[in-house]
């Protein structure tokens, strides 16, 4: 009998508050240990501290090791790790992973913004990403990326060949946030007139998403209507810091703009289901996956255009410039006035949400790693 493929995880993602990274590596592995083939393989789950494992029996074990989560903890005690377990694969779904191992590695690559833009990191975070993600980028037997966009990154920035990038576009939400798992809603679910005069914005908060540009056109957008309000959930990574509660009050909007570091999934679901409108004013991304979620609960986006966005939402959100506060004002403004109504971008959701799934992606992505195994 032959025995199960063994592949490596670096897990220390899924600890915690699971946001970005941590919900793309759970979306995949929720996939993979319920495949009709997952008896075929065996994922081992290498973290600092315990993790939770709601898989099924005898598709994944865990393996704890080290401490910390940082690249220190990568490169020591992971490293050990891997090179004594010695998997068939390792997969690393954050950008770096362990450089000397002896195994093949597939790493996925969402962005470079650290690269692109400096300026948006402290120094030593952007010299030592810039660094450890190089020399994995150079080392590793497939690099995996979400977009085209990003794929172009690489290229240019990090010179890898095209022959070891795979795009794999990630999916979208499932029923709970208005679709099916491929896309099969119109992008038109919950919206009615029970929507709240609620702008919401959902995502870490980086500098390069421009929240202090959001707060400002939220504050010309509601002058005249005090039952509305501006929820942004995300945690703080700003650099330079912003304080954006300082910046809220200054434009007189302080009691109307509620700053959230995290909320739970189903209270997440529920902020999506009572918003009249998304905003997300980012000016890089490698994707952008909380518009395209957002899309999948039937609400209207507003988005910065740039040319991943148009790659990724194509006609079905509102695009505004960079620096229009008062386009993005004027935006913001109708739907404030008439929660619930359907914007002629909405005919358009269901088409871009029918190219994204979480089942597709995990397969893809399972397909890739197994490519270079041993």
């Known amino acids: 009998m032959t025995r199960p493929l063994r592949i490596g995880v670096d897990a220390r993602e899924l600890l915690g508050d699971t946001t970005g990274v941590g919900r793309y590596l759970g979306e995949l592995m929720r996939r993979w240990t319920t495949r009709e083939d997952a008896?075929?393989?065996?994922?081992?789950?290498?973290?600092?501290?315990?993790?939770?494992?709601?898989?099924?029996?005898?598709?994944?074990?865990?393996?704890?090791?080290?401490?910390?989560?940082?690249?220190?903890?990568?490169?020591?005690?992971l490293r050990r790790a891997v090179n004594e377990d010695r998997p068939d694969v390792f997969f690393a779904p954050a950008y770096t992973a362990p450089l000397a191992i002896r195994t093949p590695v597939a790493v996925t690559i969402h962005d470079l913004s650290f690269i692109a833009h400096p300026e948006w990191f402290r120094p030593r975070e952007r010299w030592r990403r810039r660094i450890v993600t190089t020399r994995t980028a150079a080392t590793a037997g497939i690099v995996l990326t979400d977009s085209d966009f990003s794929r172009r990154e690489l290229e240019s920035r990090l010179r890898v060949p095209s022959s070891r990038i795979r795009v794999i576009h990630p999916g979208a939400r499932g029923p709970e946030f208005g679709i099916g798992e491929a896309g099969s809603g119109s992008g038109d679910a919950g919206l009615d007139a029970s929507r709240e005069r609620m702008v919401l914005f959902v995502g870490s908060i980086f500098n390069r998403r421009r929240l202090p540009d959001l707060i400002a056109a939220f504050a010309r957008a509601g002058a005249d209507i005090p039952d509305a309000?501006?929820?942004?959930?995300?945690?703080?990574?700003?650099?330079?810091?912003?304080?954006?509660?300082?910046?809220?009050?200054?434009?007189?909007?302080?009691?109307?703009?509620?700053?959230?570091?995290?909320?739970?999934?189903?209270?997440?679901?529920?902020?999506?289901?009572?918003?009249?409108?998304?905003?997300?004013?980012?000016?890089?991304?490698?994707?952008?996956?909380?518009?395209?979620?957002?899309?999948?609960?039937?609400?209207?986006?507003?988005?910065?255009?740039?040319?991943?966005?148009?790659?990724?939402?194509?006609?079905?959100?509102?695009?505004?410039?960079?620096?229009?506060?008062?386009?993005?004002?004027?935006?913001?403004?109708?739907?404030?006035?008439?929660?619930?109504?359907?914007?002629?971008?909405?005919?358009?959701?269901?088409?871009v949400l029918a190219r994204y799934s979480w089942d597709r992606a995990a397969a893809e992505t399972l397909h890739a790693i197994e490519g270079i195994a041993r």
């Open 39 to 77: 008896a075929n393989r065996r994922f081992l789950l290498y973290a600092p501290t315990a993790l939770a494992l709601p898989y099924p029996p005898g598709t994944a074990e865990q393996r704890v090791v080290g401490r910390g989560t940082g690249t220190w903890w990568e490169q020591t005690a």
């Open 229 to 351: 309000r501006l929820v942004i959930v995300g945690a703080d990574r700003t650099w330079p810091a912003q304080d954006l509660a300082a910046i809220a009050a200054g434009l007189g909007v302080g009691s109307r703009v509620e700053l959230r570091r995290y909320v739970p999934e189903p209270e997440l679901a529920g902020l999506y289901a009572r918003a009249c409108v998304f905003a997300f004013l980012s000016e890089y991304e490698g994707f952008g996956l909380t518009a395209l979620e957002a899309l999948a609960a039937g609400l209207p986006a507003v988005v910065l255009d740039t040319p991943v966005a148009r790659e990724v939402y194509g006609p079905a959100v509102c695009y505004v410039r960079a620096h229009d506060i008062e386009g993005t004002a004027e935006a913001l403004r109708r739907c404030l006035l008439a929660p619930g109504s359907r914007w002629p971008e909405s005919v358009h959701a269901g088409d």
